[in-house]
T-cell receptor, first 113, second 111 residues
Framework: NAGVTQTPKFQVLKTGQSMTLQCAQD?????MSWYRQDPGMGLRLIHY???????DQGEVPNGYNVSRSTTEDFPLRLLSAAPSQTSVYFC????????????FGNGTRLTVT | DAKTTQPPSMDCAEGRAANLPCNHS???????VYWYRQIHSQGPQYIIH???NNETNEMASLIITEDRKSSTLILPHATLRDTAVYYC????????????FGTGTRLKVLA
């Protein structure tokens, strides 16, 4: 039972480069979301989705794009990486039925130089 | 979305109960209280949640006040492995479903 899978685990980018962080879940969850966590800080919501074709902005969406073409996948795109985007990124999912808790992936550690 | 307030840090002696408070004074009727913890830089781990009644599972107990404006997570016999950051979150079961995390409480269990 894989749960929420994030790839890659580590990534180093140069300023201005673009890349996509991958997130996949095998629990048929409607809700998926991306968080970033800066050193010593809490988690901040970037974008979220409540189903295929539906996305919305969270607390810190600038510099990031998302799409949700399938229930399973929710990629996060950095269009032009900046040093301020150096962070650990977590993907999470849950059912929208009832009081289902959030399930997290193991994170992607991104460094932008 | 209801916000939560937690103390930034707490210490607890190993083997004693750890009581972690959370204030959620703007919680609405259909919002649940969820607790997660994060050890080092791992993904947050779900602990327990509740609506209005007290809840207990193999990890912890959750006490919610009658007016639902605050709650307490209880780790009955804290161990060194319980050293982590603990997050209290409220989330509804309809509408946007989004989870907003605060800064949490850094619990240090002392030997």
């Amino acid at each position: 039972n894989a749960g929420v899978t994030q790839t890659p685990k580590f990534q180093v980018l140069k300023t201005g480069q673009s890349m996509t962080l991958q997130c996949a879940q095998d629990m048929n969850h409607e809700y998926m979301s991306w968080y970033r966590q800066d050193p010593g800080m809490g988690l901040r919501l970037i974008h979220y989705s409540v189903g295929a074709g539906i996305t919305d902005q969270g607390e810190v969406p600038n510099g990031y794009n998302v799409s949700r073409s399938t229930t399973e996948d929710f990629p996060l795109r950095l269009l032009s990486a900046a040093p301020s985007q150096t962070s650990v990124y977590f993907c999470a999912s849950s059912s929208v039925t009832g009081d289902s808790p959030l399930h997290f992936g193991n994170g992607t550690r991104l460094t932008v130089t | 979305d209801a916000k939560t307030t937690q103390p930034p840090s707490m210490d607890c002696a190993e083997g004693r109960a750890a009581n972690l408070p959370c204030n959620h004074s703007t919680i609405s009727g259909n919002e649940y209280v969820y607790w997660y913890r994060q050890i080092h830089s791992q993904g947050p781990q779900y602990i327990i949640h509740g609506l209005k009644n007290n809840e207990t599972n193999e990890m912890a107990s959750l006490i919610i006040t009658e007016d639902r404006k605050s709650s307490t997570l209880i780790l009955p016999h804290a161990t060194l492995r319980d050293t982590a950051v603990y997050y209290c979150i409220v989330r509804g079961t309809s509408g946007t479903y989004k989870y907003i995390f605060g800064t949490g409480t850094r619990l240090k269990v002392l030997a």
